[in-house]
């Protein structure tokens, strides 16, 4: 079984910060890429970053310059650094792997509040 477990989410108020982590546990192979999503209330989800086995990066346009996805492969961590945060930021934040046998994995979700 594979899990992934997210930490780091909580309350902020507006131009704050907050680094989210989430680390990938069990009978994982050979990760590919490792993302962040986001899910406001009402909206449907939506990748926010991403970070590939090249370590090349791709963002989403409302998050660029702000945030900052990294990992350690040699512990299956990724991390998202998330500067100035704006209340249009507050969502449920997932994070998710897919391996190379193109299975795809889901964290259960941190929420991140950012107050005006």
């Known amino acids: 079984q594979v899990q992934l477990v997210e930490s780091g989410g909580g309350l902020v108020q507006a131009g704050g910060s907050l680094r989210l982590s989430c680390t990938a546990s069990g009978s994982i192979f050979r990760i590919n890429t490792m993302a962040w999503h986001r899910q406001a209330p009402g909206k449907q989800r939506e990748l926010v970053a991403s970070i590939f086995r090249s370590d090349s990066t791709t963002y989403a346009d409302s998050v660029k310059g702000r945030f900052t996805i990294s990992r350690d492969s040699a512990t299956n961590t990724v991390y998202l650094q998330m500067n100035s945060l704006i209340p249009e930021d507050t969502a449920v934040y997932f994070c998710?792997?897919?391996?190379?046998?193109?299975?795809?994995?889901w964290g259960k979700g941190t929420l991140v509040t950012v107050s005006s």
């Open positions: 998710n792997v897919l391996d190379g046998r193109l299975m795809n994995y």
